[in-house]
């Protein structure tokens, strides 16, 4: 009897706990900048805080704000410069207030340029004029100025704030402050604040290793040979099928944050095949995940699920009450290497609908739940009906003809969990998510998966109408813009 799909997550989610427990490789560092699409093997704390000193954030005068507060037009203030400050360079002590003359003094101070020090008994200088707002004077335009005591001047005719265009140290980020929680994926926006505390390397999980078999006599692989520049195509009257399933699987994996292998192209109705492949990986202990694609359903070319008995493997489901992807089959393998490790085996149903819809309904959250990470968030939108006009069935009819509205191909039995590829697009600021399904929902046709965008996931036990809610997912890692 197939196994309902949330009892499925549920044997996921347990054996993947078990999995993640029998690891021998817990952590791995990498340099930041390659850990990009890897998880977070514990949180990433800051050594330390930034910015580490007060600066400015803007080309200015540094200067004490208290002294701007009656500035006007009419009763404008007028400071002495007594140096400049740039980046890198060791920050001198505060100038007096006023100097010698009675004249109000400033620095000039660059962006990322660090503020005066203040001594025990002064006022510290606590804002930066930015630089449009003062306008540079003469000698004779200041009253009472010493011209021995310098002869640069600007004038303000409006307050300065406290703390204006400066950047207090620790402001952005603290010692000690969680940037990243163990478990999360490391995206590029990372990278910004943990190289910016220092941060060279970062411990993260490490890359499940996937090891992908097709199957099938029609199946024919693609010979690319890089260095001559050709494709060659090995077609014959009995291989006439291009491998669609192994390449997909292939890309899937990595831009879920694996490292997958492919491991050769198997005949349907050689099972001595498969079990010598299991035989010689599980031997070698490369490989926590093992997946197949075709020969999973029950019958005389199904012989998956024979091999993997035969082996001592422990079935922990087959069948499930999906569609597309009823077949798909997930036991454990031990392993015969010296450290006697674990591997999770995936038989996958061969056509590439079904493959696409167990990768990501069944693999993707059982990768999440091994590296503890949280399942992908499901997006609600209004299922939309598809318009058509008769022409659609009858190429012949009068283009003019009424139009029918129509759901498209069948929701799915109610005893069954749905998925339909679709394409989601968002209006009104994002707020209000439309979703229509494709067209054609062939388990065997790759066409609409040039539009498509997201998952509709058809829950078992509802009826499905149009205008009713219903969970959408990304097809894959990336969401598209047109989601937001």
Not at 69 to 87: C, D, E, K, L, Q
Not at 174 to 181: M, S, T
Not at 272 to 297: P, S
């Amino acid at each position: 009897m197939a196994m309902q799909y949330q009892a499925a997550l549920q044997e996921l989610h347990k054996v993947a706990y078990d999995m993640s427990k029998r690891r021998t490789r817990t952590e791995e560092l990498v340099r930041v900048e390659d850990s990009v699409g890897r998880t977070a093997a514990k949180d990433i704390l800051s050594p330390e805080s930034t910015p580490p000193f007060d600066t400015a954030a803007a080309n200015g005068f540094a200067m004490i704000s208290s002294a701007t507060i009656n500035a006007s037009p009419t009763n404008p203030v007028y400071f002495r410069v007594v140096g400049t400050i740039m980046p890198g360079d060791k920050p001198p002590r505060s100038p007096p207030c006023r100097g010698p003359d009675g004249v109000l003094q400033c620095m000039e101070i660059m962006v990322g340029a660090r503020f005066p020090e203040a001594t025990e008994h002064m006022t510290h200088m606590d804002t930066c004029a930015w630089v449009t707002d003062v306008r540079e004077v003469s000698l004779s335009e200041v009253p009472k100025a010493d011209p021995q005591l310098g002869s640069r001047f600007i004038m303000l005719t409006k307050p300065v704030t406290h703390n204006a265009n400066r950047r207090r140290a620790g402001a952005d980020i603290g010692k000690g402050d969680r940037l990243i929680r163990a478990g999360k994926k490391i995206r590029s926006s990372h990278v910004l604040p943990l190289a910016s505390v220092g941060i060279k390397e970062v411990a993260v999980g490490p890359l499940l290793r996937v090891g992908v078999w097709s199957t099938g006599r029609e199946i024919v692989r693609t010979d690319v040979n890089r260095a001559e520049g050709t494709i060659a195509f090995k077609k014959t009257e009995t291989r006439y099928t291009h491998d669609a399933d192994g390449p997909y699987l292939m890309a899937a994996f990595k831009e879920y944050g694996a490292e997958p292998t492919f491991l050769g192209l198997l005949a349907d109705d050689e099972p001595a095949k498969l079990e010598e492949a299991l035989r010689e990986t599980m031997a070698t202990d490369k490989f926590d995940i093992l997946v197949t694609t075709g020969a999973a359903t029950p019958g005389r070319s199904g012989f998956v699920r024979p091999v993997i008995e035969k082996l001592g493997g422990e079935i922990h489901f087959h069948e499930v009450a999906m569609r597309p992807g009823a077949a798909a089959m997930f036991a454990s393998l031990e392993s015969n290497a010296p450290n006697n490790g674990l591997a999770s085996f995936f038989g996958l149903p061969g056509d590439p609908c079904a493959t696409a819809a167990c990768f990501r309904f069944l693999i993707v959250p059982y990768l999440q739940f091994v590296r503890g990470e949280k399942l992908d968030e499901l997006f609600l939108a209004t299922l939309e009906l598809r318009v058509s006009t008769r022409q659609d069935s009858d190429p012949n009819m009068d283009a003019g003809a009424p139009v029918e509205a129509s759901m498209g191909n069948d929701c799915g039995p109610l005893c069954l969990d749905c998925f339909r590829h679709g394409r989601l697009t968002a209006s009104e600021g994002g707020r209000h998510k439309v979703v229509r399904m494709s067209k054609d929902q062939s388990p065997s046709k790759t066409y609409p998966f040039i539009d498509a965008n997201c998952w509709i996931h058809l829950p078992h036990g509802q009826e499905i109408v149009a205008g009713a809610m219903v969970p959408c997912v990304s097809l894959s890692a990336c969401r598209e813009e047109e989601w937001q």
